[in-house]
């Protein structure tokens, strides 16, 4: 398996462009997590699904922020309108148990807004 | 919500040397407790992790405590190597599926 795969690595844009981040799981896993990571916050978590069911999205910043997994092999985190408060390294991660198992990450999404 | 503090913020040791990272949590129902290394610019990925129902865990050079009745556990490195250089990551969470929080993270040098 190649492991979690994110998608783009790198992504710059301009305040006020709509922004979306993919993630691909690891066959199998049914729990995705989007996660934040920023200096000053530290590793946030955004949401997590299970079985394509959004479980908690307490985490999610504000209704800028959306995320969706139509299906157990894709999930796509997006802002709009994107802001430069959000430029952060945005982490996908998957596992089997939940919360209380090891999560899997991806690479990550360098995000970068001007 | 549940907060997690973690200490010291760096740490710098001299290669064979033991490294101590601390931990502490408010939320009494957390039970899981995981570690993360993240070496510069890549992925968190887990190294060890320990449940409530248990006081240690221990793999190879690397073991975790855990101080319920305190609320607090922590990590110890032995032995250590300039690869274990990395920011190390504890977190909390408990059986409701909420509050799963990361501390804000060490960053853990060892010096040649």
């Known amino acids: 398996d190649a492991g979690v795969i994110q998608s783009p690595r790198h992504e710059v844009t301009e305040m006020g462009q709509e922004v979306t981040l993919r993630c691909k799981p690891i066959?199998?896993?049914?729990?995705l997590f989007w996660y934040r990571q920023t200096m000053m916050r530290g590793l946030e978590l955004l949401i997590y699904?299970?079985?394509?069911?959004?479980?908690?999205d307490s985490g999610m910043p504000e209704d800028r922020f959306s995320a969706k997994m139509p299906n157990a092999s894709f999930s796509t985190l997006k802002i709009q309108p994107s802001e430069p408060r959000d430029s952060a390294v945005y982490f996908c991660?998957?596992?089997?148990?939940?919360?209380?198992?090891?999560?899997?990450f991806g690479p990550g999404t360098r995000l970068t807004v001007l | 919500g549940e907060n997690v503090e973690q200490h010291p913020s760096t740490l710098s040791v001299q290669e064979g040397d033991s490294a101590v990272i601390k931990c502490t949590y408010s939320?009494?129902?957390?039970?899981?407790f995981p570690w993360y290394k993240q070496e510069l610019g890549k992925r968190p990925q887990l190294i060890i992790d320990?449940?409530?129902?248990?006081g240690e865990k221990k793999d190879q050079r690397i073991a975790v405590t855990l101080n319920k009745t305190a609320k607090h556990f922590s990590l110890h490195i032995t032995e250590t190597q300039p690869e274990d250089s990395a920011v190390y990551f504890c977190?909390?969470?408990?059986?409701?599926?909420?509050?799963?929080?990361f501390g804000p993270g060490t960053r853990l040098s060892v010096l040649p």
């Open positions: 320990i449940r409530s129902n248990v």
């Open positions: 991660a998957t596992g089997q148990g939940g919360l209380f198992d090891e999560q899997f």
């Open positions: 066959s199998g896993h049914d729990y």
């Open positions: 939320d009494s129902a957390s039970n899981y």
């Open positions: 699904f299970n079985n394509n069911v959004p479980i908690d």
């Open positions: 977190a909390a969470s408990n059986n409701y599926g909420q509050n799963f929080v």
